[in-house]
């Protein structure tokens, strides 16, 4: 595994956390139990935290950093993710929240401060603008992204079953089998 410090923070892994060993993983960075980084993900928590929750993957490629907190924002921008999060191949997550269950489309850019709300899926290669918020159990697509319509009964538990799936390919990582 390729966890680093970064002054003095260390990343903090929970139970049966999996991370790649071509992953970063630098500074300030939770990760929940059960989650996992693959292929070439960066999380660089240094000027800011990074947090994820229980079951979220962060698939190959996908960068998540943070923005630093300065006078004008005592908080900055952390990236806050949080359970049964599926996040795809090159995503970039940049100080940005998202909520429980949702899957972040492949090649999607998600600015400072958004707000993506539980049960939301985001199409690939979308756009979400800085502080923009997307509303719970839709679908969003395009740059910048917007509504197209409200999920499924299938769609909102593919959700879940798609952080499960990830769960089950993590352990076989693990385990060799």
Not at 112 to 130: C, H, N, Q, T, Y
Request: net charge negative.
């Amino acid at each position: 595994m390729a966890l680093s410090p970064f002054l003095d923070q260390q990343p903090r892994l929970d139970a049966g956390v999996f991370v790649h060993d071509s992953a970063q993983v630098i500074g300030d960075v939770s990760l929940g139990r059960d989650s996992s980084v693959w292929c070439n993900a960066v999380l660089r928590g240094d000027v800011n935290r990074i947090v994820i929750g229980e079951a979220s993957n962060i698939q190959d490629l996908t960068m998540g950093h943070v923005s630093h907190r300065n006078a004008a924002k005592p908080e900055g921008s952390p990236l806050l993710i949080g359970s049964h999060v599926t996040v795809g191949h090159s995503v970039i997550l940049h100080g940005c929240r998202i909520g429980d269950e949702c899957l972040i489309g492949m090649g999607s850019l998600v600015m400072d401060d958004a707000v993506i709300e539980d049960r939301v899926m985001l199409g690939a290669g979308s756009l979400v603008p800085p502080g923009k918020r997307l509303a719970s159990g839709q679908l969003y697509m395009g740059r910048p992204a917007l509504p197209v319509r409200a999920l499924t009964a299938e769609e909102i538990a593919y959700l879940r079953y798609s952080a499960e799936h990830y769960v089950r390919l993590k352990r076989q990582y693990q385990q060799g089998v």
